[in-house]
């Protein structure tokens, strides 16, 4: 019996719906991310799209490459989303009403984005995310 017992607590776990839930709002916020971006050149000048091009490649290459290593089971990508998402959500609000005044678009889809952000970090925070990382050897 022990060594039953043995095996199956070696036995990888598979990773939870929670992660998976977690991997497919990251393809929605940079899908709206990319939305956004690209409403913004349609509505706007050629200059304000030209200002946030760069601050939006270098936000697509972070997600993808955090996305990434949180669905590779790297506990140090989750922390540190969790870690800049804490920052960010402290420094969003003020920025999404500067924005309502100005461009209503884009105050919706970063509203968006950043409930989307928050509701990944607290599912990588859910029990089975917890135990599936820590499970890592």
């Known amino acids: 019996m022990e060594d039953f017992l043995i095996k199956f607590e070696n036995e990888p776990i598979s990773k939870p719906r929670a992660v998976k839930l977690a991997i497919i ?67 969003i609000p003020s920025k999404i009403i500067r924005l309502m005044s100005v461009d209503k678009l884009s105050a919706l889809f970063l509203s968006i984005q950043t409930l989307l952000e928050v509701a990944i970090a607290v599912v990588l925070l859910t029990r089975s995310s917890n135990k599936w990382f820590k499970a890592r050897k």
């Not at 000048?45 to 200002?51: A, R």
């Not at 990508?77 to 920052?87: E, F, G, K, P």
């Open 25 to 91: 709002l990251f393809a929605v916020v940079i899908f709206d991310a990319t939305i956004s971006l690209f409403s913004n050149l349609i509505f706007s000048d050629f200059y304000s799209f030209k200002e946030k091009a760069p601050n939006y490649l270098i936000s697509f290459a972070l997600f993808v490459f955090l996305a990434f290593h949180i669905n590779a089971r790297r506990n140090w990508a989750r922390i540190l989303y969790i870690l800049l998402i804490v920052i960010g959500v402290t420094m």
